[in-house]
């Protein structure tokens, strides 16, 4: 069990809908919780969704990392089952969605336009990364008394409805600061809410709007990103490095993953070129003593590595992507902004590209026309740069672009969404049955 997870459970005991008026005459009952208690446990519980169990497995099914033992060596060829998400789905739509209703509902009631407007960009976002993963879910009817037995709703409509409820978040608290002591940032509400939703719209396929979003979203450095905040201190450290020191060592792996392999400058499909070099992206990612692990001492899954949900990279990569067609000189300045970073992140060499690198004849043209090959640059530096939920996201909605490899020789294609959990289907008569993974989820059709 994770360690996180209990910090979790002790403020859920808080959690209620209806308390039996009779338990006011104990006073040692819980019968409420205070709004700051809430929302801190609609924060902490964003790790469950962006760091730990979804984040591996999306990793895995990537390609970004390897399952190498016993349960990992079976998601990483795709041999999961229904059991294997019933932690994700709680996760998302009980510990997630519920406590921001929650926390949203005691602001309402105490007139806290601000505490509000968080809650709302927190609920939005545990709808749309539910949603994304699993497709349809229940959204207008959960986690209400009135319908114990919650319809499913289409992933659209859910990923719509999640876009409204970050955008009334950040009319009520955008210019509050999203730095508390769960995250670390520099950004404001409005930040961290553009900055979803360029994500959602992205996936929706809706690029302008994403292009947008992201721009306000003004992401200039990664002191912008949306870190969860890590430390030494016990029960705080990083989950990667959790997972991998204290609890399942060598389950996950770097070792021969498509992402490594990129990133290696030994590897024969190497991507780096005069001037690019990985060596140091490759350092940050694998333990170097032994060429396989992930890197738990200066890395990415140091203890204290800090964790972003939403990153800089990613922001700007997505900025990189949609502008392509319509403004290619800006799209290849925040492609060279994320290389610039890079510089500073990783060492090494991260030039900047000029269209002429990605024309007929380029170092990065990879025999395509000069928009696709800048497309296809900008998707791989996504691929090395974002662990995870987005990237997953990223290989589904635009059908494998990059090439990763299928670890499973029954498909051809990586699983396309999460199995509904056991735990719906065997409590909702609303449940929809269950849905192979390789069926790709309705917004990627």
């Known amino acids: 069990m994770k360690k996180f997870i209990t ?23 819980f019968t409420d919780a205070p709004i700051g208690l809430i929302i801190n446990h609609a924060l902490l519980n964003v790790a469950a969704v962006a760091e730990a169990a979804p984040a591996r497995i999306t990793s895995m099914f990537t390609d970004q990392l390897t399952g190498f033992d016993r349960q990992y060596a079976t998601w990483n060829i795709y041999s999961v089952n229904s059991n294997s998400y019933n932690e994700t789905w709680s996760d998302g739509l009980a510990a997630g969605v519920s406590q921001a209703q929650v926390a949203k509902a005691k602001a309402v009631e105490a007139g806290n336009a601000q505490i509000q407007g968080i809650a709302e960009i927190l609920e939005g976002y545990y709808f749309a990364e539910t949603a994304l993963v699993f497709g349809d879910i229940p959204f207008s009817e959960v986690n209400s008394l009135d319908f114990p037995d919650p319809v499913y709703e289409s992933q ?43 994500r959602y719209n992205l996936a929706l396929g809706n690029n302008s709007a994403a292009l947008a979003a992201a721009k306000a979203a003004n992401f200039t450095s990664t002191a912008n990103d949306w870190d969860i905040i890590h430390t030494t201190t016990n029960y705080m450290e990083n989950l990667f490095w959790m997972f991998e020191v204290e609890e399942r060592q060598d389950y996950l792996r770097v070792q021969n993953s498509y992402m490594s392999d990129l990133i290696n400058p030994a590897s024969s499909i190497y991507s780096g070129n005069a001037k690019t070099d990985e060596s140091g992206r490759f350092a940050w990612y694998v333990d170097q003593s032994n060429g396989v692990s992930m890197n738990t001492t200066d890395g990415f899954a140091a203890v204290d590595r800090n964790y972003p949900v939403v990153s800089f990279e990613e922001v ?50 990879r025999g395509l026309s000069t928009s696709a090959a800048m497309t296809m640059e900008i998707m791989i530096e996504k691929f090395k740069s974002v662990i995870g939920g987005p990237t997953y996201h990223d290989v589904r909605r635009n059908n494998n672009l990059i090439g990763t490899r299928v670890k499973n020789t029954n498909t051809n294609v990586i699983p396309q969404r999460f199995f509904y959990p056991a735990s719906e289907s065997s409590s909702n008569e609303n449940f929809p049955g269950l849905i192979d993974q390789f069926v790709k989820v309705p917004i990627f059709n």
């Open 7 to 29: 910090l979790l459970a002790i403020t859920s005991l808080f959690i209620g809908c209806e308390i039996d008026e009779d338990l006011n005459d104990n006073p040692n009952a």
């Open 316 to 365: 700007q990569l997505i900025i990189a992507e949609t502008a392509v067609g319509t403004s290619p000189d800006e799209a290849l300045a925040a492609l060279n902004a994320v290389r610039a970073s890079n510089n500073s992140k990783y060492g090494g060499n991260f030039d900047a590209y000029t269209t002429a690198d990605f024309a007929a004849g380029g170092m990065v043209n």
């Open 156 to 198: 659209a409509t859910v990923m719509n409805g999640a876009i409204a409820l970050i955008q009334s978040g950040i009319q009520k608290a955008g210019s509050v600061s999203a730095a508390n002591n769960v995250f670390s940032t520099s950004s404001t509400w409005s930040q961290i809410g553009n900055a979803l939703l360029a």
